[in-house]
Every structure is written in C-alpha cells, then in structure tokens.
C-alpha cells in the first residue's frame, strides 16, 4: 500500500489538467511538488482509520471514505525546500494557479485541505487562459521567428501566447507598412 505519485496514474483528462497546472507552477515560480495522485480505496480506509481506529495518538488526516483520489482524479502537493512543506503563502498561490485553469482548490472548501487538487472528466482547457501546454507548442520556423524580429513583428516575447484581437490587428498593420515601402 506505497503511496502512488505517478501523473501517468491519473485519468487522461486529469494528467493534462495536473500538467498544465505544474507547468504553470512553474512558470510562475511557485515551487511546488507532488506527493499523492491515485489512492487505492484500501489505502483510503487505512487513512481515514488514522485517529478513529488505529494510530489513536495522531491527528485525523481525512474526514471521508470517499475521496476523488480513488477515481483518479485528484493530486495532492507540498512546497519545494528550502520553503516549508506546507507554506500557507505558496500553497496560495498554487491555489489560484488551479483556479485559473478551472481546476478545483481544496484550500477553498469549508474543510481546508490546500495540498489537494482535483478536476472532473468534464474538466477542459479554460480557453480565456494565457497557459498553453508544452505538447501544443511550436517547435518549428525559427527561422521566421528571427526574420520577424529583424522586421519588428515581434520582440520574442510570449512567443507560445493566444493573440488578441488587438495584437492581430497591430500585426497586421505593421506587416501592411512593410509591404507598402517596399
Ligand atoms: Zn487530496
């Protein structure tokens, strides 16, 4: 009964959402790690008997049966050293990271529990977000990439980000006076 921290444990739906949120973790310089994703319904019973059936001297770690760690669906953290395990401030901000990405922050429910995450399976991509998985990015044409630098497209930044309709227009009109001069 050894405690599973494999993404690859999770449901399809549910590594794309954790490895979204780590990369955005990441991105963001919120240095978190995972400690749990699948829970067998065994192990479950074992944690919930800790402080009601056996281990009576420790404190109570779950108040259900039923966790969405059993479905696959749920992952829990702890803060990377040399911060502490359980750093309120960064579990926080690993909390709004979630909530960005539509993922569901237990430091949000009346009985807090900020290591845990989880989604449902009809959790997708929240498209208003400025996070685009790795596996979505372009890994071609750098090439045009310096050209468009060279012709001040584009200064290189948030090369991977979803474009306004504002910066299209900007393009579009850049790209217009360029044609024009020559
Ligand atoms: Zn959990």
């Given at each position: 009964m050894t405690t599973d921290r494999k993404i690859e444990s999770l449901t399809k739906t549910a590594q794309i959402a954790c490895k979204l949120f780590l990369e955005e973790c990441?991105?963001?310089n919120v240095y978190i790690f995972i400690t749990e994703t699948y829970r067998?319904?065994?192990r479950q019973n074992y944690l919930y008997g800790i402080g009601r059936t056996h281990s009576l001297n420790k404190k109570k770690v779950t108040w259900t049966k039923k966790s969405v760690h059993t479905n696959k669906m749920a992952w829990d953290i702890a803060v990377s050293p040399p911060n502490k395990l359980y750093d309120t401030k960064i579990l926080e901000q690993a909390g709004s990271i979630a909530k960005q990405l539509n993922i569901t922050w237990g430091g949000?429910?009346?009985?807090v529990d900020s290591v845990h995450f989880?989604?449902?399976k009809d959790w997708k991509i929240p498209m208003q977000s400025?996070?685009?998985p790795t596996q979505?990015?372009?890994?071609?044409?750098?090439e045009e990439i310096n050209q468009a630098m060279k012709l001040n497209l584009t200064t290189g930044e948030r090369l991977?980000?979803?474009?306004?309709?504002?910066?299209?227009i900007i393009l579009i009109t850049r790209a217009?006076?360029?044609?024009k001069k020559s």
């Open positions: 990441k991105k963001q067998s319904q065994e949000d429910w009346q009985v989880q989604v449902n400025k996070c685009i979505n990015q372009c890994t071609w044409g750098q991977e980000d979803y474009i306004t309709r504002k910066e299209a217009y006076n360029i044609l």
